[in-house]
Structure formats: structure tokens, C-alpha cells
């Protein structure tokens, strides 16, 4: 479905993205992993196109998106929740949804998108009149993946999906994306919380200073032992009953 070869990103004169290479296949839940300023989120913006890549190559269902503008690019089915979620909190949940919709003319199919989306997120339902930026942390996190959800996209694109929330609030959260994943959705996510992130996915890219480090199922990762040492904070003498999947 998504396919990137050798993607190098700058910033200026600064490269952040080190010819990238990975892939995504239909059904997928795939993550890429990594620390602050590994350049996780500047390969979501990459694929999306707000950053436009300098070298390498994306396809998207056989159709190269590199130099295409973001509105080609959603049209296509590729939908992005960015980083500490960017919803419009002077609007109602309502509203933040119909934003979402944009591209939606048909009033019964904004409806049945609607209606799909608050069946995820029953709470949305209820808080629709409500001003978003009056939401807790965890709800305007759901309605920023909701709002995402509207135009029903081929593939989800999550940036830090639990940033900023309490560890109850990141298990519902990572719950949620789980529930997604199993009803169809593809989703591509950009994650700090690597043992929660690698229990869900079905494969894994570890990010460091904009390149591909190591990747692999959460079986060929764990083996890893600079990726326990790294992100898992585990030493060498770790047993492995530790971190079976919930």
C-alpha cells in the first residue's frame, strides 16, 4: 500500500530524513519507533505533504505521491492526526468533525460517517455541542482520530497517539487504536511508548537521527538487545515474561 525508497528531508540546510526506506501493506498496523529528534514525525509530515521530500521516492497504491500537495494527497485516502492532537478548541466536537468531513458533499454519507465515528467514540456523541478545547486530554485525543476517521481513509497516519496523557488514559488510547486495527483500518504509527506501541504492531522500524536502525515483528525486536537497552530500559539478563502481549 505505502511504499518509501530512499526519502532524504530537509530542513534548510539540515538533513532530517537519511534515505529512509519501508513499506506498509493493506491491514497493517506498523510503527516506527524512536526518541525526541529522530525524525519520526517529519516522515509522517513527508508522506502527507506538508514537508517535501529532496531525494527518494513514495508510492501510495502504485501512485507516487512525493511531489504531490496535501489535498491530492488526503483525496487519495491518507488521513493525519498530528502530534498533540491540533484540534480547533474554539469549535463544538461537532463542528471539529464536520472539518474533518471537508470533502464530503453528500448530507446522507456525512451522516453515516458521523454516525460511525461517534460509534467508536461513544463520548463524542455526547459532548457534540460541547467546545473541544473543554475536553480532557483523552478526548480531545479521540476526536482528533475521529475527525481523521471521517473521510474514512485507505491509510491512518498516528503521530504520538499518548503524549501528554496519564498512563490510564494511554492504555484506553492504545486500546482504542487496537480495536481500530482489528476492524480493517491501516494505520501507520509514530510512537515514543515503544512497549506499548510493539505489543499492537505488526512490524516495527526503529528511527535514530533520521535513519532506519532496526526493524522487525515485535519477536525479532525484542531479541534486540540495543532496543531493550535503548527504549525498553532492560538490561542484558532480562526474562522475556516480562513483556509478553497483553
Known amino acids: 500500500m505505502l511504499k518509501m525508497v530512499g526519502v532524504e528531508t530537509f530542513y534548510g540546510k539540515i538533513k532530517a530524513l537519511h534515505g529512509v526506506s519501508l513499506g506498509v501493506e493493506e491491514g497493517q498496523?506498523?510503527?516506527?519507533?524512536?526518541?525526541n529528534g529522530?525524525?519520526?514525525?517529519?516522515?509522517?509530515?513527508t508522506i502527507c505533504g506538508i514537508t517535501e521530500p529532496e531525494y527518494g521516492t513514495i508510492h501510495f497504491n502504485d501512485?507516487?505521491?512525493?511531489h504531490k500537495d496535501p489535498e491530492e494527497i488526503i483525496e487519495l485516502g491518507i488521513s493525519h492526526v498530528p502530534e498533540n492532537r491540533r484540534i480547533f478548541p474554539e469549535l463544538t466536537v461537532y463542528?471539529?468533525?464536520?472539518?474533518?468531513?471537508?470533502?464530503?458533499?453528500?448530507?446522507?454519507?456525512?451522516v453515516e460517517r458521523y454516525e460511525k465515528v461517534t460509534n467508536?467514540?461513544?463520548?463524542?456523541?455526547?459532548?457534540?455541542?460541547?467546545?473541544?478545547?473543554?475536553?480532557?486530554?483523552?478526548?480531545?485525543?479521540m476526536l482528533a482520530i475521529a475527525r481523521a476517521l471521517m473521510l474514512d481513509p485507505k491509510l491512518l497516519l498516528l503521530d504520538e497517539p499518548s503524549l501528554g496523557l496519564s498512563p490510564k488514559l494511554v492504555q484506553e488510547i492504545f486500546s482504542?487504536?487496537?480495536?481500530?486495527?482489528?476492524?480493517?483500518?491501516?494505520?501507520?504509527?509514530?510512537?515514543?511508548?515503544?512497549?506499548?506501541?510493539?505489543?499492537?504492531?505488526?512490524?516495527?522500524?526503529?528511527?535514530?537521527?533520521?535513519?532506519?536502525?532496526?526493524?522487525g515483528t515485535y519477536d525479532?525486536?525484542?531479541?534486540?538487545?540495543?532496543?531493550?537497552?535503548?527504549?525498553?530500559?532492560?538490561?542484558?539478563?532480562?526474562?522475556r515474561a516480562s513483556l509478553w502481549r497483553s
Not at 501512485?63 to 512525493?66: F, G, T
Request: glycine share 10%; aromatic share 8%; hydrophobic share 40%.
Open 29 to 35: 498496523l506498523v510503527c516506527i519507533l524512536g526518541a
Open 38 to 45: 529522530a525524525g519520526k514525525t517529519t516522515i509522517l509530515k
Open 63 to 66: 501512485v507516487q505521491i512525493n
Open 95 to 110: 463542528e471539529n468533525l464536520l472539518m474533518g468531513g471537508f470533502l464530503i458533499k453528500d448530507k446522507e454519507l456525512f
Open 120 to 141: 467508536y467514540f461513544p463520548i463524542l456523541s455526547k459532548r457534540a455541542s460541547q467546545q473541544a478545547g473543554t475536553l480532557s486530554g483523552g478526548e480531545q485525543q
Open 176 to 215: 482504542i487504536i487496537k480495536d481500530l486495527h482489528q476492524s480493517g483500518v491501516t494505520i501507520l504509527l509514530v510512537e515514543q511508548n515503544v512497549n506499548h506501541a510493539l505489543k499492537i504492531a505488526d512490524y516495527g522500524y526503529v528511527l535514530t537521527s533520521g535513519k532506519i536502525f532496526l526493524s
Open 220 to 239: 525479532e525486536l525484542y531479541e534486540e538487545e540495543k532496543v531493550r537497552e535503548m527504549y525498553l530500559g532492560e538490561g542484558k539478563y532480562v526474562r
